[in-house]
């Protein structure tokens, strides 16, 4: 089954590039197992990731930003564990 | 109440950069009135724009992509039809 991503983000931060980057990497690097990735504007310093109910990504707990490396392994830990990510993985 | 709005663009065809973009665009204009903007990868030279369960948008359908101004205009009217978009109603 195809999961659905959300990256909810805070526009008074203007972070709506942010998201949308990351939007657009991961639907580059997963096109067969997302069933599409929502861009959610929030506030507050809001930002989280989510892949189906799974929280992956919150800025506030983790104590920053992932970087788009971890965010796709993290991504597809829950999409596909077995799958390997080529470089990213062998981090070359 | 904050709608939704579905963004359904061809893998194949290269059009997540074009997908994003509106989605970008939407989310600045229309910062309060959309609860989220999702990007749906899909197949067969498939464009498609929902705002909520309406079709606003449809390459076959319509014969071709939506300018940027026609779009916005397309999403105000779903989600505010008495809001002036400014320069973009003037045509100026």
Redesign the interface.
């Known amino acids: 089954m195809k999961m ?1 991503v ?1 990256i909810e983000f805070c ?1 008074q931060c203007h972070w ?2 942010r998201a ?1 980057w990351m ?2 990497e991961l ?2 690097t997963f ?1 067969d197992d ?8 929030g506030s507050g310093g809001v930002f989280r990731v989510r892949v189906g109910d799974q929280l992956i990504v919150d800025r506030k707990r983790d104590g920053g930003f992932p970087d788009l490396t971890a965010l796709k392994r993290k991504v597809r830990d829950c999409v596909d564990p077995e799958r390997s990510l080529g470089h990213i993985d062998r981090g070359d």
């Open positions: 659905r959300e526009m709506l590039l949308a939007a657009q639907i580059g096109p997302l069933a599409e990735v929502a861009l959610k504007p």
